[in-house]
Structures are given as C-alpha cells and as structure tokens.
C-alpha cells in the first residue's frame, strides 16, 4: 500500500498506524486501543450458516488484552458447523490483526476483528469455510505461479413504506436516482461504513428491481467491489451484508439478499468477477488486447464444474427460482462476450486502444494509459444464499484445473455462444448445452459426481463436501420448481421461509 492509499484509506486505524492492514501486529493493535480508550474487542467469524458471528471482550486489564490477542479464545464448534461432533467440539478462534476496524453500530468504543478457527492440535481447521478458501488459493498459487483475485457485486432489496410520492417505473430501475429511488442515501451511508472496514468498492448503484406491493416499496441496490486476492473478497463480502443489514435495522428498513423475492420481479444474485495475475499483472488479456488462452482455459475449467458450483453458490430452494430464462439469470452451461444470457460473461474492457478520457474533455491532453487490469470474466449463477468461502474456492479449484487441463480450451470452444441464448430463434443451439441444476438436491447430486476435483490436493475435506451434499438434499426440493411454478401463494411462502438467508 503506497503513501497515497494509506492517507486516502477510509479505515481509521489505518489513518492511526500510517500502515497498510497486512503489516498489523500485535502491538499494532494494543496501542491503537490503548491510544483511543477502545472500551471492547469483538471477534467475528462465519458460522455454517454463512452469518457472521460475534464474541465480546471487555478490556479492563492489559495482560488479558495481550492474552487474547495472543491465545485467541476457545468456541463450541458443533454450534457452529453441522459437521463438527458435540463430543469433540472445541475450536480455537484468532484474531487476524489485519481485519482489524471500529464497530460503526457498537454503543461503545470497540475494535473488531475476522477470526479464523484451529483445531485442538492447533492446525487450522481443515473444514472451516475460510481455510478452505486459502488452501484453493495456495493451491493456485503453487500449480500455476499466479494469483486468483475476485470481486463481487452485493445485489439486494432495500424495502421501506410507500409514500406514493416519485413513484419509480416498474422493474426499470436500473441505475435510477432520486428522487424515483428512495435509498440511494442508505446505500451511500452502507458504501462509507464498509469502507471503513476496509472494503474495497468500485461503485454502487440503484438495481432493475423496482416494484410496489403491500403498501411498500421493493428496492433493488447493488454495491460492486475491486478485485483483491480472493481470501480479502470473501472477508469484505461478508462483513458488507453484515454491515447493510445492521443500518438497515437502525433505519427501520428492511433488508433481504434472498434470491427470489416474488413471480416476475428480478432476483438478486451476487455475480463474482476473477481476474488471475502475475508479478502484479493481469493476465486476462494478451498481447494483442484479445482475450488470452490463460482466461479461455480457466473458463473452460468453470464449463467443466460449473453444474456443482452451484452448490456453493445456490444454498436455498428460492436460489433455482431465480436460474430461469429471461431474468438477466443463466439456465445453461455457456459463456459469451458482453451477454447477459451466459453463465460466464466478459464484461466489455477498455481494449479500444483509445484514450476515452481525452475524448470526453478535450482540453485534457492526450495519454497512453494501460487499461489493461480492468479485463475480468464473471459467474452469474450464485446468489446471496451462498456460503461465500465455499463458492470463491470451488470457483478458485474450477480455474486451476482448467488451466491444468489440457482440453480446457476445446471445451471453451464448444461452450461460447455469441447471441441471446433463450431467443427463440436459437433454441436448436440451446438444446446442445447442458443446464443448471433446477434444485438443491440436483445440485448436491452434481457435487456428488464432481466431489474428486474439489477434494484434490486437499482443497475441500470430506467432511465439508459430506456436509454440503447433506445440507442440500435435507430440503427435498427435488421436483420443488416444477410443482409449484404457477402457484404464486406457495412461492411467496417458500421466499419468506428464506427471505433472511446467507
């Protein structure tokens, strides 16, 4: 982190310390408490159910403060995962110093922290959703030299009182402004306190989804991130929708990252953009600005596993309420250029070799700026259901093996599709492509026959995939979208069993 970035940063312990988070230490923390008579330390860590959880410290004494900064604290792991036993259940939860920030909501001055979980050996917890994460990316790292980067656009309704006034057009609600949007002012306050918290944002903006039902307002939101190393993406997600959810609570507003809200009305998804780097350079791209075999390869890779993906991405029945034709959601295993159709898109690049900055002011002298770290490709199946650890590292392990692969490039080839996939004009190119499942308990039974490309390098344990194959089928949704598809009263009662999910 240069200079710039540190006096530019938003997190204000950053500001204190005049160092990038990575360089936290121990010290580093006690003294900023010590200096700004933080009253309480609170440790965060995800649950098995994708929510973040909190333990509370009260520091009165500055050996207990060392202790635990040290020693960490010991957690009930069977409350926590399905798949720890209550007979051997203790955990270990740390402290990583580098996720350090002020609780915006807390009563009391407090600094909290993302933990990550050790097993009575003190090895990190093989089945832990955040391990899971950093052993893909090692994994990564050692097979192919580069880095895995992502980032994710946060989708979410926003729902208040209809005030009748300004009422905004239905389901056009992209990129509105006030006063046809009433939240814009909530999402900015959510962008400034996740900022604050160290997350990286690229912008934020109103969402199609814009309708009006029951004397309230539904308003779709989207905050988008920049790509990090997938480890940070996955951490910055998570305490994102932490953070929206708890001013929206504040405000008297209601938040939901469900996938499907009613019949009709866009769902939400939470499409994850990668990028892979090199010595600092993205690789996305070649030479000539075309996309490169790196890019077609991990994209072939994610044609491969993209069926079980959803098994990390899509947790809850509504999830495949969402994936079906024409709701900007994909059905099948495809990818495209700029298409909003495919599973997989390559967003438009800066690759027109023109200097757009200079030809929207003219009195700005011309430059020759490299663009080039901008190219991303983007998943569009998963969804605010999704255990984000999990997904980044399935997505993670399908971009490894394709570019390992060595037919990677041919089945990429033979999934690229350059038109509206569910035109009806096409439906003879659509019926050669493979769909997504249409359940959880589809999904489970694609991770089934896929567990081994996960399981590899001991990437995922057993014990997690078991989990997730369990977790899946426990819902019996099998024949679930078929049975109720016309049916909007049991749909509106399936989305408010899992209106709160992830």
Sequence with gaps: MTEDQIRLNANPIVAALQKSPDKFTKQDIIQYIVDHEVKMVNFMYPGGDGRLKTLNFVITDMQYLDTILT???R??????????EAGSSDLYVLPRFSTAFIDPFATLPTLSMLCSFFDKDGQPLASSPEQTLRKACQLFRERTGMEFEAMGELEYYVISQDD??????DQRGYHESAPYTKTGDFRQVCMHYIA???????????????????????????IEFLPVPAERA???LMLAKWIIRNLAYENGLEVTFAPKITTGKAGSGLHIHMRITKDGRNQMLNAGGQLSDIARKAIGGMMQLAESITAFGNKNPTSYFRLVPHQEAPTNVCWGDRNRSVLVRVPLGWTAGVDLCHQANPQQPAADVDTTGKQTVEMRSPDGSADLYQLLAGLCVACRQGIEGS??????QKTYVNVNIHDQSHADQLAQLAQLPDSCAASADCLERQRACYEEGGVFSRAMIDGIIRQLRHFGDRTLRRDISNDEAAIR???DTYFHCG
């Design 75 to 84: 957690v009930d792991g069977s409350s926590l995962f399905s798949f720890i």
């Design 234 to 236: 996955a951490d910055q």
């Design 164 to 169: 009748n006034a300004y009422p905004a057009t």
């Design 71 to 73: 020693c960490g604290e």
């Design 407 to 412: 037919d990677s490039l041919d089945v990429a």
């Design 196 to 222: 604050q918290a160290g997350g990286q944002i690229k912008y934020g903006h109103s969402e199609v989804g814009n309708f009006r039902q029951d004397g309230k307002v539904y308003e779709q939101n989207e």
């Design 493 to 495: 009662q399936l989305v």
